[in-house]
């Protein structure tokens, strides 16, 4: 009988996971502070079965070394450490971005998705979340072509103007690897959706607020704490206090596990392009995306306090 249970016990396990969608989170985490906060709401989000946790380069910085996948790596590393899930594998990224082609170099990141994309089917696929440039992605297609029908790709990327189909490319994540983000577009077998920074903008995080929230969850509070207020904005001179954070990669992770928080519709892909269909989320509704965004972190920290 106690035989029985057990292997009831573990085909229920097996069944959840199966129902669960299955991403890998493909970040610049060392490029800002938004990423570490999507990465920790992936991490809790009980719709998701995380698989790993990949990092993209962002050359274009101010701030970029000449190996920014791995300080993206080294950071991914310390959260999944601090929440304990120390099993999910991390993956460092193609340190440049694509120059052609023709002539790509794979990496341990792009290797793995191509790997996970494998084990996949195309009634339940791998979900590739791209915080930051799509040399990962590019990179792992153009490997092997063959996983296309088995995944989906959500890009946080370039600004939109959906009244009237307008795209603007000149974005961080996209100027970060160009020729990726056109191999992506120009791909008609890629089933592709994008929350776009025109979208994503409009979620901003409070300081007063996020900090008493973090304080419960010791000692990644105190990291997450830490990240925020030491970075420095490169990119602005407003808000020198750091009391306000647009956190646009929270956005895209949020509307994927909560769709009905999100507005999303389909448009042709920009003027030069091959002419094909692509999604791009047009609306979200911040404050709701918040209250859920800290519901789950809440339930994670009683669920420590409870073990």
């Not at 607020?209 to 970075?231: E, Q």
Request: glycine share 2%; aromatic share 12%; with cysteine.
């Amino acid at each position: 009988m106690l035989y029985l249970r057990i292997i009831f016990f573990f085909l229920f396990i097996q069944i959840s996971k199966a129902q669960k969608v299955k991403v890998i989170i493909d970040a610049d985490t060392a490029n800002e502070v938004d990423d570490l906060f999507a990465i920790l709401g992936a991490l809790t989000e009980p719709k998701f079965d995380v698989v790993g946790l990949t990092t993209s380069q962002f050359n274009t910085s101010p701030y970029a070394t000449n190996n920014t996948p791995l300080e993206s790596k080294i950071i991914n590393d310390s959260i999944i450490s601090l929440i304990g899930y120390e099993s999910i594998p991390s993956l460092m990224g193609q340190i440049d971005p694509i120059s052609n082609l023709d002539s790509i170099t794979s990496s341990d990141a792009s290797n793995f998705i191509v790997k996970k994309a494998k084990l996949t089917s195309k009634n339940n696929p791998l979900n590739i979340i791209v915080l930051g440039s799509c040399t990962n992605i590019a990179s792992a297609i153009i490997t092997d072509p063959s996983i296309l029908d088995k995944i989906k790709v959500y890009y946080l990327g370039f600004w939109h103007n959906p009244i009237i189909n307008s795209y603007n490319l000149n974005e961080f994540n996209t100027r970060n690897d160009p020729i990726a983000v056109n191999f992506l577009l120009n791909n008609p077998d890629l089933d592709l959706t994008v929350m776009s920074a025109s979208t994503s903008k409009n979620l901003v995080f409070n300081k007063v607020d996020v900090f008493s929230k973090l304080a419960k969850l010791d000692n990644l509070g105190l990291y997450l704490i830490d990240r925020w207020i030491s970075f420095n904005r490169w990119w602005t001179n407003d808000d020198k206090e750091n009391n306000f954070w647009v956190m646009w990669d929270v956005a895209l992770v949020e509307a994927i596990a909560n769709q009905d928080i999100s507005t999303k519709e389909t448009f042709d892909t920009p003027d030069g392009y091959t002419k094909r269909k692509i999604n791009i989320y047009t609306k979200i509704d911040p404050e709701t995306i918040k209250q859920r965004y800290w519901k789950k972190i809440e339930r994670y920290t009683n669920n420590l306090s409870n073990e």
